[in-house]
């Protein structure tokens, strides 16, 4: 069997190979092809390490902006009785979500909607809803509820991905908010 002429990979001269595997002419043009595939896969390697430290550092800003929110939560909702049952105020209040964080993704950071909850309502009692919903417009005012309300709405159809400028902006605006509180 006759092997056909083939299209050398680095130089793009004709050659006829020695075999059906054969990719290049010459020594010469296989150290090329094999230095310039090793800087392309150097490169794909380099990027899928950039992307995965971005995914872990992604995820270390969204638990840091977490943790500022529900600070921010507690200290805005001190001595605050309990927005589910009333209870009154205790140091190791939750900071619970009307609309939950997992569900309602672009309401995870959403002030109006995280409110100082006690820990039985919030983790034993899933948030105590119903309560809550009587409450939550005599804590915000019903033209704030209504507005949560419809924005649930619109967040029930996406899922929301932070990216981290987001996140970084959020964390801005509950440090600042946080000054105000302590002033």
């Not at 400028?165 to 105000?180: A, P, S, V």
Request: hydrophobic share 30%; aromatic share 10%.
């Amino acid at each position: 069997m006759k092997i056909r002429k083939k299209r050398c990979k680095q130089c793009n001269i004709q050659f006829t190979p020695f075999n059906s595997l054969q990719k290049v002419c010459s020594v010469g043009c296989a150290i090329e092809l094999t230095k310039q595939i090793k800087k392309e896969n150097d490169a794909t390697i380099d990027l899928l390490v950039k992307k995965k430290k971005e995914r872990v550092a992604l995820g270390t800003i969204l638990g840091y902006t977490k943790t500022k929110v529900h600070q921010y939560i507690r200290l805005r909702d001190k001595y605050k009785p309990c927005i589910s049952c009333g209870a009154q105020w205790k140091e190791d209040f939750d900071a619970g979500h009307f609309y939950s964080a997992g569900k309602f993704t672009s309401l995870k950071f959403d002030t109006d909607n995280i409110h100082g909850q006690c820990i039985q309502c919030n983790r034993f009692n899933e948030g105590n809803f119903e309560n809550y919903s009587l409450n939550l417009p005599n804590r915000i005012g019903v033209a704030n509820y209504n507005k949560l309300v419809k924005r649930a709405k619109n967040s029930i159809k996406t899922i929301k991905k932070y990216n981290i400028e987001e996140l970084k902006e959020i964390q801005n605006e509950i440090k600042r908010k946080t000054k105000f509180l302590q002033i």
